[in-house]
Antibody, heavy 123, light 107 residues
Framework: EVQLVQSGAEVKKPGESLKISCKGSGYSFSSYWINWVRQMPGKGLEWMGIIYPGDSDARYSSSFQGQVTISVDKSINTAYLQWSSLKASDTAMYYC????????????????WGQGTLVTVSS | SYNLTQPPSVSVSPGQTASITCSGNKLGDKYASWYQQKPGQSPVLVIYQDNKRPSGIPERFSGSNSGNTATLTISGTQAMDEADYYCQAWDSNTASVFGGGTKLTVL
């Protein structure tokens, strides 16, 4: 059974650093791109970026470039999302999701999602 | 950057057909996916590759994509279908975007 299990909720102060995780199981972790998605309170889904565990190739949405770092440790089937200096506006639910491809080469979609990690940044 | 536009809300009576649109420049040249999200839950894929249903998704969910608009159609809408729905497309192999989301209310 494919699963993406995320780390638990975090409460941090502005300026602190944070790294949250997403552990995959039940499939060949290195072979599927992992994505990170933000959902601010009461708002919609925002695609943040993507990483290929096989070679750690990471790409970012222009909205998040320079604001976060996406990394992976394929030896333990885990992807990460980290901040060096949190802001109150980083308060949100963060999801990881596996990217699958359909019967056409560019028919990408997210077939499995993590349960989400709630990050609260408050002084 | 590429943008997708959805109506903020759609209302439908039980048993009727709900249509949720997603608009983007030449969206028909890309593939659209749709996700359902209920309060407090992770999103769930309901349509991929424009019109394909994953295993376990009821037949009442269907999709189309042509020109500048992708459409999610729910036939015989049930109360359990009340949720937020998001469309998604890819601007390149490594750049994705979601629509703003549509709240479906089953009155």
């Amino acid at each position: 059974e494919v699963q993406l299990v995320q780390s638990g909720a975090e409460v941090k102060k502005p300026g602190e650093s944070l790294k949250i995780s997403c552990k995959g199981s039940g499939y060949s972790f290195s072979s599927y791109w992992i994505n990170w998605v933000r959902q601010m309170p009461g708002k919609g889904l925002e695609w943040m970026g993507i990483i290929y565990p096989g070679d750690s190739d990471a790409r970012y949405s222009s909205s998040f470039q320079g604001q976060v770092t996406i990394s992976v440790d394929k030896s333990i089937n885990t992807a990460y999302l980290q901040w060096s200096s949190l802001k109150a506006s980083d308060t949100a639910m963060y999801y990881c999701a596996r990217r699958m491809v359909g019967s056409s080469p560019t028919a990408y979609y997210f077939d499995y999602w993590g349960q989400g990690t709630l990050v609260t940044v408050s002084s | 950057s590429y943008n997708l536009t959805q109506p903020p809300s759609v209302s439908v009576s039980p048993g009727q057909t709900a249509s949720i649109t997603c608009s983007g420049n030449k969206l028909g040249d890309k593939y659209a996916s749709w996700y359902q999200q209920k309060p407090g839950q992770s999103p769930v894929l309901v349509i991929y590759q424009d019109n394909k249903r994953p295993s376990g998704i009821p037949e009442r969910f269907s999709g189309s994509n042509s020109g500048n608009t992708a459409t999610l159609t729910i036939s015989g809408t049930q109360a359990m279908d009340e949720a937020d729905y998001y469309c998604q497309a890819w601007d390149s192999n490594t750049a994705s975007v979601f629509g703003g989301g549509t709240k479906l209310t089953v009155l």
